[in-house]
């Protein structure tokens, strides 16, 4: 078996699909193809991260590359370390994902993740060493790569660089409660609200290798909703596995998505004057009554496929400053290379302390959502979705019916072995009517596993 890259790197059961042989090949296409000297490999909390990280060190060094072990680090501190440093990096780590699953994904130096060709030339080069004969001369001797570990100083400079993205103002009467998804928040999150001057009660900061978004974290936030009602927060701050993305919870205990959050920040970054080109950059997964809010508010909405390596790509060709997911993907481009769930909560938490309203008040007036349901689904033939005749027609139907009231997508998951079709409708009973039909005709056509 070999390797393909989707929206997020590679991903699969660890030692199953992703099995330390493959992953040790990868490392050593990576050092071919990238042309480093020297990786930064970081990594979450699942049990097989240790493993899997070895394999991928051991690939590097065998090609020349020194390797500098970050240890347990949120994917977006490693991707900050890339820019600060110039170097290449890579993260094991299956985000959201349950622990059996792992994965790899990788940044190029200057922290921005791979473009499609350089992917495409990892994945033939990653084939070549995999099934050729005779893969080339290897270093041998003093030119082998060294594997070394890194010291909490580059903890400290990520700390440092998001607490500094305040321009120096505080948090202090803030209080915060941290859902860390038992990944790799709990290195950093505590550490950066608490310099900010929050306070902080942090719960699910406890890993033990299995226990990584498992009914927690920003898929599961129920424990996160009692916990901030109970501690009679201010909000709260769901993460998932490797802190990348961030869902935020009102002292009412409501969750907060990514799309209110994102049109909070967009419409405080266009009141100060900051939202370059007044524009946004969403994916085609995001609520209608984003669309609508932005519209009202004269500001511009971008669309991109699904994946924050998508939004980041059209933020910079744009030049613009602010875009993001309903996962809670957001990327601020004049702070940050990717998606940073830990620096998101932080400039969350500086709009309600600067407005001097409660989360629940500013999401309100950000944005009103429209009904939306999703459906993830599992089907034979993932595949098979550009033959789908009667499911396209079916498709039409439902669209000619919402009219400009509604919207209708239906896509294959890049990261995970199902069909999602998502449905927006002016009542919630229409969306999951529509959405029931859909699915129907999707497995009628498809199949089941």
């Known amino acids: 078996m070999t390797l393909r890259f989707g929206t997020d790197g590679v991903r699969g059961v660890a030692n199953a699909d992703?099995?330390?042989?493959?992953?040790?090949?990868?490392?050593?296409?990576?050092?071919?193809?990238?042309?480093a000297k020297r990786f930064l490999v970081g990594r979450d909390t699942r049990?097989?991260?240790?493993?899997?990280?070895?394999?991928?060190?051991?690939?590097?060094?065998?090609?020349g590359a020194d390797v500098v072990d970050l240890g347990v680090l949120p994917t977006p501190a490693v991707a900050w370390l890339s820019a600060a440093d110039g170097v290449p990096a890579a993260v094991i780590s299956a985000s959201h994902n349950p622990y059996p699953d792992n994965g790899v994904k990788f940044f190029a130096g200057g922290g921005r993740k791979l473009a499609d060709d350089v992917e495409s030339r990892l994945e033939a080069e990653l084939e070549r060493l995999l099934h050729a004969t005779g893969a080339g001369e290897r270093p041998v001797g003093d030119r082998l790569g060294r594997l070394v570990s890194a010291g909490r100083g580059e903890t400290a400079r990520y700390v440092e660089a998001l607490t500094t993205s305040l321009d120096g103002r505080r948090l202090e009467g803030l209080r915060v409660v941290v859902d860390c998804a038992h990944g790799a928040a709990a290195t950093t999150a505590r550490l950066v609200l608490?310099?900010?001057?929050a306070g902080v009660t942090v719960i699910n900061d406890a890993p033990d290798g299995r226990n990584i978004n498992d009914a927690c974290g920003s898929t599961h936030p129920d424990g996160l909703r009692a916990a901030v009602v109970t501690e009679r927060a201010?909000?709260?701050?769901?993460f998932d596995g490797d802190a990348d993305r961030v869902l935020a919870v009102d002292h009412n205990g409501a969750v907060v998505d990514g799309?209110?959050?994102?049109?909070?920040?967009?419409?405080?970054?266009?009141?100060?004057?900051?939202?370059?080109?007044?524009?946004v950059v969403v994916t085609v997964m995001t609520n209608l009554g984003f669309r609508v809010a932005m519209a009202e508010r004269g500001i511009e909405v971008v669309e991109t496929k699904v994946g924050d390596r998508y939004v980041l790509e059209a933020l910079e060709q744009g030049s613009w400053s602010l875009g993001g997911e309903q996962s809670g993907h957001i990327i601020f481009r004049d702070l940050a290379t990717t998606g940073d769930g830990?620096?998101?909560?932080?400039?969350?938490?500086?709009?309600?302390?600067?407005?001097?309203?409660?989360?629940?008040e500013l999401a309100g007036a950000s944005m009103t959502r429209m009904p939306q349901v999703l459906r993830n689904v599992r089907v034979r033939e993932r595949d098979g979705l550009n033959g789908a005749q009667a499911l396209w027609d079916e498709v039409s139907e439902v669209e000619a019916e919402l009219g400009d009231a509604g919207r209708v997508l239906?896509?294959?998951?890049?990261t995970e072995p199902v069909v999602r079709v998502m449905v927006e409708a002016p009542t919630l009973e229409q969306a999951e009517a529509a959405t029931e039909r859909l699915c129907a005709a999707l497995l009628g056509v498809l199949g089941t596993p």
Do not use: F, K, N
């Open 259 to 279: 799309d209110q959050l994102l049109a909070m920040l967009a419409v405080d970054l266009d009141e100060r004057g900051r939202l370059h080109g007044r524009t």
């Open 194 to 197: 608490e310099a900010a001057g």
């Open 47 to 63: 049990i097989s991260g240790p493993v899997l990280q070895a394999a991928l060190s051991a690939g590097l060094a065998s090609e």
């Open 18 to 35: 992703l099995t330390p042989e493959l992953v040790v090949a990868l490392g050593r296409a990576a050092a071919r193809v990238l042309g």
């Open 342 to 360: 830990v620096l998101t909560g932080l400039q969350v938490l500086d709009v309600v302390s600067r407005a001097q309203r409660p989360l629940a």
């Open 410 to 414: 239906v896509r294959p998951s890049g």
């Open 234 to 238: 201010d909000a709260g701050l769901a």
